[in-house]
């Protein structure tokens, strides 16, 4: 049987992750889409990263599919994709689904603690 720390290793060798100052300094060029995998009490909680999409990690295949009812069009297989979560392991394990889905750049920005230590502009 796999563990979650077996899942959770395979999806960081997939998912490159970057730092929060990398993270701030991407989204501050404005090419991006970032995503909160968090579930709505979550982000609530500690906010997100300003203007980020909300979709939860148990929905993601939903979203990301074209052929989904429940596609939404943020995801676009061109574009670049930065995942954010509490800590990095939702991020990570959303990222490696999207990238066995055929996204090409998904990128794992780690936690949202991370992002507001180190500056990174929030919304509630």
Known sequence: MKSAKHFLEEANAHVVRITAEQAIAKHAEGNATFIDVRDSADI?????????????????????DPESQFHKPIFD??????????????AALAGKTLKDMGYKN???????????????????
């Open 44 to 64: 609530a909680k500690s906010g997100t990263i300003a203007g980020a999409h909300r979709v939860p990690r148990g929905f993601i295949e939903f979203a990301a």
């Open 77 to 90: 297989k061109d574009a670049e994709l930065c995942l954010v979560c509490g800590a990095g392991g939702q």
């Open 106 to 124: 998904v990128i794992n920005v780690g936690g949202i603690g991370d992002w507001k230590e180190a500056g990174g502009p929030t919304e509630d």
